[in-house]
C-alpha cells in the first residue's frame, strides 16, 4: 500500500539478521529492522521503559510531512490487531486525499461510509449514518 | 501524581524530529540506514513498530 514499515527494538542489526534468519514467521519480512541500541529513539516516542530498558509496543504512524497521525502503546503481553492498524492507514490515505471529510468508526475501507463535516451535520450524525 | 509527558506519543499531531537508524534489511540480506529526512524525500507514510526484543513471544 505504500508505506515504509520500520520495527524496532533495542537489538542490534547483528540479532536482527539472526532472529530473521531463524525465526519461520518472519520468513517472508521485507522490511527493515531498525536498531535503536541506545533507547533515544523509543524515548522520543515515550515507550522506554524505564524498569527493563525495552521497548513498550508501540505503533506510529507518520505522515509523509513528518506529521505525527496515529499512536498505539501496549503493554508486554498484548499485540496489536494488524487488521485495526491497516484500517488506520488506509484512513490515512483517504483522509490526505479527502481533507474535509471523517472517518466515522466503523469506517474500515474504501466506499466505507465517510462524514461531511458542516453546520448541517450537527445534532444529526445518526441519519447521516443511517442512510 | 501526574507527570507532563513531553513524548511523542502523547502528542500526535507533532511534528515528527528527524532520526536515522541503523538497520537489518532482509530485502537486500544485508545492513543498511534509514532516516526519516529520506521517507519523507521519498514522500512515504512510515509505519513505526517498536517491540521489546527479537526471539520473544507474541
Same mark, same amino acid.
Given at each position: 500500500?505504500?508505506?515504509?514499515?520500520?520495527?524496532?527494538?533495542?537489538?542490534?542489526?547483528?540479532?536482527?539478521?539472526?532472529?530473521?534468519?531463524?525465526?519461520?514467521?518472519?520468513?517472508?519480512?521485507?522490511?527493515?529492522?531498525?536498531?535503536?541500541?541506545?533507547?533515544?529513539?523509543? $524515548?522520543?516516542?515515550?515507550?522506554?521503559?524505564?524498569?527493563?530498558?525495552?521497548?513498550?509496543?508501540?505503533?506510529?504512524?507518520?505522515?509523509?510531512?513528518?506529521?505525527?497521525?496515529?499512536?498505539?502503546?501496549?503493554?508486554?503481553?498484548?499485540?496489536?490487531?494488524?487488521?485495526?492498524?491497516?484500517?488506520?492507514?488506509?484512513?490515512?490515505?483517504? !483522509?490526505?486525499?479527502?481533507?474535509?471529510?471523517?472517518?466515522?468508526? $466503523?469506517?474500515?475501507?474504501?466506499?466505507?461510509?465517510? !462524514?461531511?463535516?458542516?453546520? $448541517? !451535520?450537527?445534532?444529526?450524525?445518526?441519519?447521516?449514518?443511517?442512510? | 501524581?501526574?507527570?507532563?509527558?513531553?513524548?511523542?506519543?502523547?502528542?500526535?499531531?507533532?511534528?515528527?524530529?528527524?532520526?536515522?537508524?541503523?538497520?537489518?534489511?532482509?530485502?537486500?540480506?544485508?545492513?543498511?540506514?534509514?532516516?526519516?529526512?529520506?521517507?519523507?524525500?521519498?514522500?512515504?507514510?512510515?509505519?513505526?513498530?517498536?517491540?521489546?526484543?527479537?526471539?520473544?513471544?507474541?
Amino acid at each position: 500500500m505504500g508505506a515504509e514499515v520500520l520495527t524496532v527494538s533495542r537489538d542490534t542489526k547483528f540479532v536482527h539478521l539472526a532472529w530473521q534468519r531463524e525465526e519461520k514467521q518472519l520468513a517472508n519480512v521485507k522490511y527493515p529492522m531498525g536498531s535503536d541500541t541506545t533507547g533515544k529513539l523509543a $524515548k522520543m516516542f515515550g515507550v522506554y521503559d524505564d524498569a527493563t530498558g525495552l521497548s513498550l509496543r508501540g505503533t506510529f504512524i507518520i505522515s509523509p510531512e513528518g506529521k505525527l497521525m496515529n499512536a498505539e502503546v501496549n503493554y508486554y503481553n498484548m499485540g496489536r490487531n494488524i487488521d485495526e492498524l491497516i484500517r488506520k492507514f488506509k484512513a490515512n490515505l483517504h !483522509l490526505a486525499k479527502f481533507t474535509a471529510e471523517g472517518c466515522p468508526a $466503523k469506517w474500515t475501507d474504501e466506499g466505507d461510509k465517510t !462524514l461531511k463535516p458542516s453546520a $448541517k !451535520l450537527v445534532g444529526r450524525v445518526h441519519e447521516a449514518l443511517s442512510k | 501524581m501526574s507527570e507532563t509527558c513531553a513524548c511523542l506519543g502523547c502528542n500526535v499531531g507533532a511534528t515528527v524530529p528527524d532520526f536515522t537508524l541503523e538497520t537489518y534489511e532482509p530485502s537486500k540480506g544485508d545492513f543498511g540506514e534509514i532516516s526519516l529526512e529520506t521517507l519523507k524525500k521519498n514522500k512515504k507514510w512510515t509505519i513505526l513498530f517498536f517491540y521489546p526484543a527479537d526471539f520473544t513471544f507474541v
